[in-house]
């Protein structure tokens, strides 16, 4: 291990500490350390990038980092902690398996989200770690037409649709009834919110699949949101495509069963 980058929830102060605390410890192994903070970071040739705070954090690391293809170390500052590594109070057991490179990873994949709009062409293009959200922000019925290959799948009315990857399959998509997926798994869950057909709860589907959601509504309604960043308004004829990404996230991981026992004791409530 020759360098290392660090960020941090910034509206934390002891998130902050951390960060200096375990900057200061990589340091004394002759480490080279970069802070996501500093006003030009520089995270060229890195080894890996620790991130301090909840999944959020860790979503926004992806987002600018990702494409540096280095593996990512949460330390869970959050309430569960899916996407974390280590909890705050074992940096120092794990501090030597760090240090010597001494891990394993998992990959997860990424979607590659694009919005086409009549007579503009691609007017958004971006990854999704998480999820796909469409969803009407009126009292009003969002309307999509779902398609999975080009042929016509369904089409979805109520509040709204969620397209998320095996990885974000326990945050949006569970709370709207969808199933939990091993995030393992190369798949995408599809769970329509509060629909007025008795459609399917969810429908996993595999990611080689393309997705495509063509905006059906009457009035004007609904946004489009990936991995919950600024929304973006929809109009009637917007085009979404979702489809695999060659990108991938290698997350560090020590043990192996974590999100297991995460699932079994902060959803099921086991201990």
């Known amino acids: 291990m020759k360098k290392i980058g660090i960020m941090t929830n910034g509206g934390r102060t002891d998130v902050l500490s951390c ?32 991130v301090l705070g909840g999944d959020g954090t860790l979503l926004k690391s992806f987002h600018k980092y990702g494409e540096l293809g ?24 794990y501090l030597p398996s760090i240090v010597k490179e001494e891990y394993q990873t998992s990959e997860r994949i990424a979607l590659r989200v694009s919005l086409y709009r009549k007579n503009q062409g691609v007017v958004f293009s971006g990854y999704a770690f998480n999820d796909v959200v469409v969803k009407s922000i009126m009292p009003r019925i969002s309307r999509q037409l779902v398609y999975i290959d080009g042929n016509l799948f369904s089409q979805y009315e109520g509040d709204g649709i969620i397209c998320a990857t095996s990885t974000g399959s326990t945050a949006y998509s569970l709370s709207a009834g969808g199933s939990i997926i091993d995030p393992r798994l190369v798949a995408v869950i599809m769970t329509p919110i509060c629909s007025r057909a ?20 009457i009035y004007p309604c609904s946004i489009l949101t990936v991995d919950g960043n600024e929304p973006i308004e929809l109009i009637n004829q917007d085009l979404i495509k979702i489809e695999k990404s060659s990108l991938k996230i290698k997350l560090v991981q020590f043990d192996q069963d974590r999100y297991f026992n995460l699932l079994r004791s902060k959803l099921l409530g086991v201990r």
């Open 19 to 50: 960060g200096d605390f375990f900057a200061q410890k990589f340091r004394e192994h002759d480490i080279e350390v970069w802070l996501d903070s500093e006003p030009e970071p520089n995270p060229t040739d890195s080894d890996l990038l620790m």
């Open 70 to 93: 280095i593996p990512f170390l949460g330390v869970n500052f959050g309430n569960i902690g899916f996407l974390s590594t280590i909890e705050p109070d074992n940096f120092i057991k």
């Open 198 to 217: 008795n459609l399917m709860n969810s429908i996993v589907i595999s990611a080689e699949h393309e997705i495509r959601i063509l905006c059906n509504d």
